[in-house]
């Protein structure tokens, strides 16, 4: 009886084992804590069969990678560059990742439990509101997917727009889980509307100056030998000043296009840099406006020269741009500051409006090319967007900047600052 017992327990091992293995694996499915307390329960039986011990073993060492490739996933998922949400069948988050709190700015603490029309919900580009409801309906099994565009409101009066995947998973033709994948579009909305606002902008630039060109040539063929000799050069002055109009549009167009084709440096190679005094720059590209009835325009310089390394043509293109933009975008009965300093290594030229100002969240997207902060369609003030664009671009290749901030009482304020000469100097001069 003694020597048969090893034997009758080694056959009793196989279904134990079984019955182990399987209650192991469904409380892995369950409660993925739930097999520490299973086997700590049968400890009697791994200790009488060594072939349960063995067993036990490998199910723990399974669950043991079980948990690594869940915890792998975890990490995949929070760490998601997309937006990822899961939904229960009660329309109510069970997760918000990490790219979720980025793009809607809502804490994850904050979103779980919530509906998902409390956070997601939003109107499309026909202005339609879109809620969950509205968005699976009709969907089934044989259709599991849906997408749609919102626009959502962010801190400050910000728009974004979201794309909003959802993949439905059904048990008969009911829906038990949601994962919806969120990727934010703004930018590229921005881009097309930029691409829109742009032909719309150089349509009207293009046209604006061709109309008078256009209306005075046909005059002077009509009558141009009966006109006085004033009124005929009153006339091809004005076809230069459209004709010189047209060109300058053109030529920021395809200094915008090879910028955008080659990188910001190529225009390095267009550059012919000397040594050069920003004072007396400024004081030329601003001479047009000083010399105006109204003298809005008022130059504040420094008692010194402020000497740098500059090409002298690109330098006043960017200073008239500002003064443009400072013209265009302020009442004709306000001043207009120009002030020039140095400042720790650089040289300085600010252009101080009074106009209506930059708002807070356009100060950077107005240096994007084509970006306009007035709507084509409605604004008061002609240009392409470029200007601004071209500006900074121009003063990065010299090793400088341009960068805006707003007035402290009303309007804008856009400063250009370069090395100073000696600065420059100072660093290409290697030590003894």
Known sequence: MTTALPSRLGQLA??????????VAVLLLLEPEGWLLTLAALAPLVLASGRITSVAATAATETER????????????????????????????????????????????????????????????SGARVTLNRLLDGIGPDDPHRSAEIRISMAEGLEHWLCCDHSLKFEGRSWTMDVVTVHDVTRMREVERAKADFVAAVSHELRTPITPIKGYVELLRAKGESMSEELRQDVLRTVAERTNHMARLIEDLLLASRISSEGPGAVVLGLRLEPTDLVEVTRRAAADYLREPTRRVTLEPPP?????SADPLRLSQILVNLLSNAHKYSPPDTPIRVRLWRDDGWAKVAVIDQGLGVPAEELERIFDKFHRVEDPMTMTASGTGLGLYIARELARAMGGEVEASRSPQRGSTFTVRLPLARQIASAVVPSP
């Open 66 to 125: 079980l948990r690594q490739e869940r915890a792998v996933l975890e990490h995949v998922v929070r760490l998601a560059g997309d937006g990822i949400v899961l939904l229960g069948a009660d329309g109510r988050v069970r997760l918000w990742n990490q790219a979720m709190e980025r793009i809607t700015e809502v804490p994850a603490g904050d979103a779980l439990g919530r509906r998902y029309d409390d956070l997601l919900a939003g109107p499309d580009a």
């Open 304 to 308: 010194q020269p402020l000497e740098i």
């Open 14 to 23: 196989v279904p134990a084992a079984t019955c182990l293995v399987a209650m």
